[in-house]
């Protein structure tokens, strides 16, 4: 692809799953890749399986190491790092507070870092890995579900304030990828997201036929964009299906 072929590539969170399959995709299409984890062995193991740089740490604060990586320039930064928080409003401030910040608030600090540089020369690409959950939601998660939908709206304002000026914007919205995080979701996602779960690799497809087609919303379950238009067309009818699901789900705990 000759949107990627040469690119420097920031890859957050590509210790495994979702992060690790972008980061090889991109390598294989001819990429400069930086791969990110806080778990610096698997950060390593993943770059030196690609030949790209390990620069392990907090996905928030690595974006002037990772430029400097990849000789001064990051041309795609992939803000894929997250947390599967789950719970209801009484969920502890901590798992709050950790949800935004890592969520919502690294994509932020991401682009206050990146975008100087990027508008300056009119060029570069976000994409941000949010979830259908931020899209439409997930029952028993509501610091996932609410931060992502966070995510996505940070997302969707990066694009419609910035594309004019070069910025192309994707957000990449999968329900169920066969990774630890979907493990981590326990009943929950065995009820809702394991049946129709994908492997990270089908994310990365994903990914790259929506950077081809230039594409901001990009959706590795297609059925997502049905469930998002009837949200929108009867909010009050698609909340009453979400309750039936969670009262489903209540009678499996």
């Known amino acids: 692809?000759?949107?990627?072929?040469?690119?420097?590539?920031?890859?957050?969170?590509?210790g495994g799953g979702i992060g690790a399959a972008l980061a090889r995709r991109f390598a294989a299409q001819g990429a400069r890749v930086v791969v990110n984890d806080l778990d610096a062995d698997k950060a390593k193991a993943v770059a030196d399986e690609i030949g790209g740089i390990a620069v392990p740490?907090?996905?928030?604060?690595?974006?002037?190491e990772a430029r400097d990586a990849l000789g001064g320039t990051v041309d795609v930064y992939c803000a894929n790092a997250g947390v599967?928080?789950?719970?209801?409003?009484?969920?502890?401030?901590?798992?709050?507070?950790l949800a935004w910040d890592v969520n919502v608030m690294a994509h932020v600090r991401a682009a206050h870092a990146l975008l100087p540089d990027w508008l300056e020369r009119g060029s570069g690409r976000f994409v941000s890995t949010v979830?259908?959950?931020?899209?439409?939601?997930?029952?028993g998660a509501a610091p996932y579900s609410v931060t992502k939908h966070g995510a996505y709206a940070f997302a969707e304002w990066l694009s419609?304030?910035?594309?004019?000026?070069?910025l192309k914007v994707?957000?990449?919205?999968p329900q169920g990828v066969r990774t630890d995080m979907l493990d981590a979701t326990g009943s929950a996602g065995d009820l809702v997201l394991q049946p129709t779960a994908i492997e990270p690799e089908a994310v990365a497809d994903a990914l790259m036929k929506?950077?081809?087609?230039?594409r901001f919303l990009i959706l590795p379950h297609p059925e997502v964009a049905g469930y998002y238009q009837a949200r929108a067309a009867d909010p009050d009818r698609w909340m009453a299906n979400m309750n039936h699901l969670q009262q489903k789900w209540e009678t499996t705990e």
């Open 131 to 139: 979830s259908a959950a931020g899209l439409l939601t997930m029952i």
């Open 210 to 214: 929506g950077i081809e087609e230039d």
């Open 84 to 97: 599967a928080s789950g719970g209801s409003e009484a969920a502890g401030e901590k798992v709050w507070a």
């Open 1 to 14: 692809m000759e949107a990627v072929q040469g690119a420097g590539v920031v890859v957050t969170g590509a």
């Open 160 to 166: 419609l304030t910035y594309r004019h000026r070069g």
């Open 170 to 173: 994707h957000a990449i919205c």
């Open 57 to 64: 740490g907090d996905a928030s604060l690595i974006v002037a």
